[in-house]
């Protein structure tokens, strides 16, 4: 498989550390909100990841963190803790904060058939760990203690920039608009591993530790998670663009000080879902989440499928026409699938032929856009239907797109509507036409049309009753 390797910039032979297996790092939420569809369209592209390694035949292991504790505001450790931001909002404590919005990242993973990684750490459960670490990068002189702070010294790297020919002018902490510069550094983007100090004192979650009472920096958490649980050595990194610098560039940093070799062979990084008005954002406060998308009548797979029509590495616009435009092809396959008849036994060498096509996508740097392709392609291939139903059956395992589900909800739905009689008087006729759309509404979870036509024969005079055998209705007057 050829991967894009942001380290190197290139695209390269995945080959892991130890033949057959995977270990791969996914920087988890930060859970002071809910995850919004562009935080979610990356953990969609490392799922297709994650499962297209197991496809292939590797035993992978993943690791998520929960950020709960030390995201500040700014990335350049300044500002005020994102968690503790989040539980004055809602007035709550930091924990019941994370508590609540880990739970809610985890449902909206369910619904986007995206799969649980097999060890998911809350930061806060590992504080002994970073501690233990910290402590070792001051004995190796890489860190030093300012201000009451522990801070890492990037001076003592032999590289430090490692994603980007970044100008260290443009990009060091300290020179940014509106980010202050913090007196205690002695190189511009040194970062904090351990704060004891810093001006938001009120922060709820403290430790303690041999410099102070305090809490551990942002970076810090990923790399001993990962270590903790995938050891020395880690074949794959994940995380959206924006975590490549200054994050995973100061894992990096302490992770290879700390190791004295080279931690992660390669980083997967996912470009941003946009808006027209730019990067999607938790904290501006307003920002599309599953809810919403479940709301405006989509179903969860449909904004699934619109992220996997585009490549990982290229931005990709969110617009409700978009949406729309999605549905509407995402409705079209479904129906064709539906169509599809259990006419005998598969053709081997035929269904051979079509894994043949899938795999050629997804081993050139994940091309998820001609994996769907390749779906058409199967509708398209002279075979039986039995062979086409194989072949997005194994497909499905990796998209994860409900292909076969949905068709045969469909086929069920059709088949029920094929049984009810239909009245000889219209306005009946109408109620139970509109009790059987309202059915199908229902199913794809656009619950603003169920609710419009509840309303309508409400108006009507009509009460709908739902019942466990079905919706009744009761005629006013
Ligand atoms: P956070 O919860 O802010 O720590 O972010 C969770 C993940 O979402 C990280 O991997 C981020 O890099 C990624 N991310 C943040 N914003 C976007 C966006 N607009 N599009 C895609 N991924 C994003
Ligand atoms: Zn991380």
């Given amino acids: 498989m050829q991967l894009y390797n942001s380290a190197t910039r290139k695209k390269e032979e995945f080959i892991p550390h130890e033949a057959g297996k995977v270990s791969m790092y996914t920087c988890g939420p930060t859970v002071y909100h809910f995850a919004h569809i562009g935080n979610l369209r990356t953990y969609i592209m490392e799922d297709i990841l994650d499962r297209y390694f197991r496809y292939s035949g590797y035993d992978v ?30 007035k709550k404590t930091v924990m019941e904060i994370a508590r609540f919005y880990t739970e809610k990242f985890f449902e909206d993973c369910k619904a986007l058939n995206i799969r649980r990684p097999e060890v998911v750490e809350p930061a806060t459960s590992c504080i002994d760990e970073f501690i233990k670490v910290i402590e070792a990068l001051l004995e190796k002189g890489y860190a030093y203690e300012a201000g009451g702070n522990i801070y890492f010294d990037t001076s003592k790297l032999e590289q430090y920039y490692v994603f980007n020919n970044f100008e260290e002018e443009d990009l060091a902490v300290g020179v940014r608009d509106g980010v202050e510069a913090d007196g205690n550094k002695k190189n511009k983007a040194d970062f904090v591993l351990w704060f004891t100090k810093s001006k938001f004192d009120d922060q709820e979650l403290k430790w303690n530790s041999p410099w102070g009472i305090g809490y ?11 270590m903790k649980h995938l050891g020395e050595r880690l074949d794959v990194h994940c995380g959206g663009i924006d975590n490549a610098f200054p994050h995973h560039t100061n894992e990096i940093a302490q992770s290879e000080a700390f190791l004295g070799h080279k931690w992660c062979n390669y980083w997967f990084h996912v470009l941003h879902l946009n808006t027209n008005s730019g990067k999607m954002s938790k904290s501006k406060g307003e920002f599309l989440t599953v809810s919403l998308l479940i709301e405006k009548g989509f179903d969860p797979m449909v904004y699934r499928f619109f992220c996997l029509q585009s490549h990982y590495r290229k931005s990709l616009v969110f617009s409700w026409e978009n949406m729309e435009n999605a549905k509407v092809a995402y409705n079209k396959l479904i129906a064709r ?22 795999t050629k996508a997804l081993d050139n740097d994940l091309n998820t856009s001609l994996a769907v392709t390749a779906i058409y392609d199967v509708l398209k291939a002279k075979t039986n239907d039995a062979t086409k139903k194989a072949a997005l059956a194994d497909f499905d395992t990796v998209l994860c797109l409900n292909l076969l589900e949905n068709a045969a909800k469909l086929n069920e739905e059709k088949e029920e509507n094929a049984e009810a009689p239909v ?8 109620i139970e036409r509109l009790i059987v759309e309202r059915r199908e509404a229902k199913v794809a979870k656009n619950y603003a049309e169920a609710d419009r036509i509840r309303a309508y024969l409400l108006e009507k005079g009509v009460t709908l009753i739902d019942t466990k055998e079905g919706t009744t209705y009761k005629i006013e007057g």
């Fill in 423 to 430: 009245s000889d008087d219209p306005f009946v006729a109408e």
């Fill in 216 to 226: 551990p920096g942002w970076h810090i958490e990923c790399s001993c998670i990962s």
């Fill in 337 to 358: 699938i539906a169509s599809l008849k259990d006419d005998g036994a598969v053709d081997e060498a035929a269904l051979a032929e079509l894994k043949a096509g899938f």
């Fill in 61 to 90: 292991t993943r690791v998520m963190n929960i950020t709960d504790v030390g995201h500040l505001t700014s990335d350049a450790d300044t500002g005020e803790d994102k968690m503790l931001k989040g539980a004055k909002r809602e």
